[in-house]
T-cell receptor
Framework: KNEVEQSPQNLTAQEGEFITINCSYSVGISALHWLQQHPGGGIVSLFMLSSGKKKHGRLIATINIQEKHSSLHITASHPRDSAVYICAVPLGGAQKLVFGQGTRLTINP | SQTIHQWPATLVQPVGSPLSLECTVEGTSNPNLYWYRQAAGRGLQLLFYSVGIGQISSEVPQNLSASRPQDRQFILSSKKLLLSDSGFYLC???????????FGSGTRLTVV
């Protein structure tokens, strides 16, 4: 079993829909990261969460430490949000990231 | 702010040829540095990490090696590339508690 599990693996929605991507982890962590990978491969760090909730524009990330679960929400989704979204947790003294398998999001106009 | 420079962006190399990918970091000192690889259709996999000059830890046995000759420089190398070395290679800075991660723009390597 992977230490980080994401769902769904693929998600297709219409422009304007509210999107939720889930991430569960099985280890104790200091923080959880949400990343965005565009088709060209480049990765952008969206959020680093250790508790509660963070918001940046139309993106909202929440984490429940007790339940070992985090969600990434996108409000008023747009085709430019189409990307792979990855959650990751740092482990060990060197804080090596362990990644979920990613969620491929496609927003149709 | 911290930035990472990674080059080249794309590379096509024949089997058996050597490889050198370079990553440099600006805006921080003594960073934790990481090399990740993403094979086609797969998730990201940690290859190497370094917590200081000359300190390299390998996560998986493979045909690659890494070096950190300077505090802000991380190099991924191979003496003889295999077809299975094809993939997308990412360098990253981060890991200090309380800090986030910054990723390089990546190198897409195709071994032919």
């Amino acid at each position: 079993k992977n230490e980080v599990e994401q769902s769904p693996q693929n998600l297709t929605a219409q422009e304007g829909e509210f999107i939720t991507i889930n991430c569960s982890y099985s280890v104790g962590i200091s923080a959880l990261h949400w990343l965005q990978q565009h088709p060209g491969g480049g990765i952008v760090s969206l959020f680093m969460l250790s508790s509660g909730k963070k918001k940046h524009g139309r993106l909202i990330a929440t984490i429940n430490i007790q339940e070992k679960h985090s969600s990434l929400h996108i409000t008023a989704s747009h085709p430019r949000d189409s990307a792979v979204y990855i959650c990751a947790v740092p482990l060990g003294g060197a804080q090596k990231l362990v990644f979920g398998q990613g969620t491929r999001l496609t927003i149709n106009p | 702010s911290q930035t990472i420079h990674q080059w080249p962006a794309t590379l096509v190399q024949p089997v058996g040829s050597p490889l050198s990918l370079e990553c440099t970091v600006e805006g921080t000192s003594n960073p934790n540095l990481y090399w990740y690889r993403q094979a086609a259709g797969r998730g990201l996999q940690l290859l190497f990490y370094s917590v200081g000059i000359g300190q390299i830890s390998s996560e998986v046995p493979q045909n690659l090696s890494a070096s950190r000759p300077q505090d802000r420089q991380f190099i991924l190398s191979s003496k003889k590339l295999l077809l299975s070395d094809s993939g997308f290679y990412l360098c990253a800075w981060g890991g200090q508690l309380g800090d986030g991660y910054t990723f390089g723009s990546g190198t897409r390597l195709t071994v032919v």
